[in-house]
């Protein structure tokens, strides 16, 4: 009866220091444990869990440059990654800008603003007398007898210069009135320094 007991913890003692460990975040194997040992995720692969019997690609908008990743990074403002699986992300290129992280396209810069340079956070509004395309790198000076505002998209005629107003009927006002006055004025120097003839007896 000892023998039979001795032999049923000892069986116990076995079969529980046998049983494996699941595999850490960051590794997997073929059935999700240690037994067989556990294998790092590769490059632009993750994962979260433990257990598992895979790792899954980084997704859009994001990179993994290491192995083992428990997670995966996004792209940087003024960058982008549009695939799933990688390892970076590219640039915005001139003329295009990413204004937040883990963003999977780069956004045309509107019209009336410019990106000269590559890796863009945002685009900048074109001078007075300049314009610019949607999309565009560089903003372009108006041609001659056009002009435009800030931020303009394209330019427009230089109004011409307002002509004067015709003074014709403020002048034929003044006119009359100087006359008057002129009559006012002789009349009384007449009265004032002219003889009175003598009144007959």
């Known amino acids: ?31 999700g444990d240690d037994a067989g040992g556990c294998t ?3 490059i632009a692969t993750y994962q979260n869990m433990p257990g598992q019997t895979s790792c899954m ?4 908008g994001t990179y993994g ?5 428990i997670s995966c990074s996004e792209c940087p403002a003024g960058t982008y990654q549009d695939q799933e699986g990688q390892m970076v992300c590219y640039w915005c290129e001139p003329g295009t800008y990413a204004d937040e992280m883990g963003s999977e396209t780069c956004t045309e810069c509107k019209a009336g603003t410019h990106a000269e340079e590559e890796q863009a956070e945002s685009c900048k509004k074109c001078k007075a007398g300049e314009y610019a395309e949607a ?4 903003c372009k000076k108006c041609p001659a007898g056009k002009t435009s505002k800030a931020g303009a998209a394209k330019c427009t005629n230089i109004p011409d210069e307002a002509e004067p107003t015709s003074p014709a009927a403020d002048d034929g006002c003044n006119s009359m009135g100087s006359s008057n006055i002129l009559l006012v004025i002789l009349a009384i120097f007449a009265l004032r320094y002219l003889p009175f003839r003598r009144k007959l007896v």
């Open 1 to 31: 009866m000892k023998h039979i007991l001795l032999a049923f913890i000892l069986g116990i003692f076995i079969s529980t220091s046998s049983q494996a460990d699941p595999c850490p975040p960051g590794t997997y194997s073929m059935d």
């Open 40 to 42: 790092p995720c590769d």
């Open 57 to 60: 690609d980084c997704p859009a």
């Open 65 to 69: 440059p290491f192995t083992n990743s």
């Open 135 to 138: 999309g565009s790198a560089t």
